[in-house]
């Protein structure tokens, strides 16, 4: 495997911040996202990567970008570093693959979550409340674990900048951002599912659920920012091994997750370090839902 990039080093540019994945770096009219190879699982960093990994998020987000231009308007400027500023051309040996000149934007205060199965955190506070969830939205009794939603259902969550991001009601979430912002992030995020799902069923792939990033630009437009769309932000399961109940093969950070929840770990920092052999095949996964979905090897 190749060495991850945990980091990047692009000492000419102004960095804006670091996030749990990306290296945001500011050009002025533009920022620059770069995917690293670092991984997280509940909000809390681990000390080692995967290899490869930010190439295939980049890899991936290109492709929904070009797809769902139609549904929503985005934040995208190119994915080509021959079209990036000269300043930020100097290191195309780390940028290139993982990187995506983009339009500034101010992020919405929410999370925009879409499920259109009753899994993760939904699933836990389904059992834990007698089938009620912190969205508000009634569901039917009787589910099982991953059971198909009658509907997509939109679930936001608030943004912590320490520990984990609260699951809040729809009207809680219009307060935080306006009614108006609101709706059209709650309807775009819903029909961006249904197209993902219905585009990924053919290839043999379920959207379990996504989380969807917005920005607010300084006309007061709204657009689709940050990643789309990606075992990062999504859950996808091998729709041959699906059904309720029965822990299906994914395709995404949950067998990272499903690891680190068998190693004890309290879900605390300091996360502990990745085995050789699970970062291997959480890298095979990556690499196999990339050409899955985008019908590439990874570039």
Known sequence: ??????????????????????DIYDLGEYLLLVASDRISTFDVVFPNGIPDKGRVL????????????QITPHHVVSFDVKEFPKEARAYAEQLEGRSLLCKKAKPLAIECV??????????????KNNGKI?????????????SKLPRPIF??????????????????????????????????SIALYSFAHGHL????????????????????????????????????????????????LSFDKQFVRDWVVSTGWQKTPPAPVIPEDIARQTRERYLEICRLITGKELA
């Open 134 to 146: 912190s969205s508000g939205h009634a569901l039917p009794a009787g589910l099982r674990q991953r």
């Open 114 to 127: 879409v499920r259109g199965y009753l899994d993760g955190s939904a699933w836990a506070e389904y059992q």
């Open 155 to 188: 679930t936001p969550a608030t943004k912590e900048s320490e520990g984990h991001d609260i699951n809040i009601t729809e009207a809680r979430a219009a307060e935080i951002v306006g009614k108006d912002l609101f709706e059209q992030a709650q309807s775009r």
């Open 201 to 248: 069923q053919p290839k043999g792939i379920t959207l379990c659920d996504t989380k969807f990033e917005f920005g607010v630009r300084p006309d007061g437009s709204l657009i689709l920012i940050d990643e789309v769309l990606t075992p990062d932000s999504s859950r996808f399961m091998v729709s041959e091994s699906y059904s309720p109940d029965k822990t299906p």
């Open 1 to 22: 495997m190749h060495t991850p990039l945990l980091q990047t080093h692009c000492p000419n540019l102004k960095l804006l911040a670091r996030g749990k994945v990306r």
């Open 58 to 69: 980049t890899q991936i987000s290109r492709y929904w970008f070009e797809k769902c231009g």
